[in-house]
């Protein structure tokens, strides 16, 4: 049987023992949901690839740990986010604003008009989210973009449902409340 064909309880075995071929293959299923998944937090390509090659290489050496009480995605899914909180809470230390970048917001307002308005809205949304607190905005991103249900949120954020439910309901008021004054 081809290493494609094998199941994943069988590829994290041969990857336990430093088969560089599952841990290939293990790395193909899951890089593009991962890559996804930390560019949504980090918000920058180059670091969202560095966040996903870190977590992939902590997956790989802390492998004995994963008990398999949740899936190997999920479990996977948790050090990506972990990660990409950690290097996302690094940069925002430090922002940089160049002029190029000023002039196009500038100019960006005053052509505005043209675009469309489904555009115009995604992005107001998006931006009121970036005004959220960090926790209500990584909830919501993990259940409406992510498309996660709340018991592999519960999972993968190791709280209970019953803290999810709310959490997920807090940041969608405080949602709502900056879209009425945007």
Do not use: P
Request: hydrophobic share 35%; charged share 25%; glycine share 4%.
């Amino acid at each position: 049987m081809t290493l494609t064909k094998q199941n994943i309880e069988s590829l994290l075995a041969l990857c336990q023992d430093g088969n560089r071929m599952a841990q290939l293959e293990v790395y193909n299923r899951y890089q593009k949901a991962m890559y996804n998944t930390a560019f949504r937090i980090v918000k920058n390509t180059a670091e969202a690839e560095d966040v996903m090659q870190e977590s992939f290489i902590t997956a790989f050496s802390k492998l004995d740990s994963f008990k398999g009480t949740a899936t190997f995605g999920s479990w996977l899914k948790r050090i990506v986010i972990n990660n990409s909180i950690v290097q996302y809470r690094k940069s925002q230390r430090f922002v940089d604003i160049s002029e190029e970048n000023l002039k196009e917001e500038s100019d960006m307002c005053l052509d505005g008009v043209a675009e469309d308005y489904t555009n115009v809205r995604s992005q107001q949304l998006m931006s009121c989210m970036e005004g959220l607190h960090e926790n209500y905005k990584n909830i919501l991103s993990l259940h409406f973009i992510e498309g996660y249900d709340y018991e592999e949120i519960c999972e993968i954020l190791e709280i209970s449902y019953a803290n999810c439910r709310t959490l997920i309901s807090r940041a969608k008021e405080s949602l709502r409340k900056k879209l009425v004054i945007a």
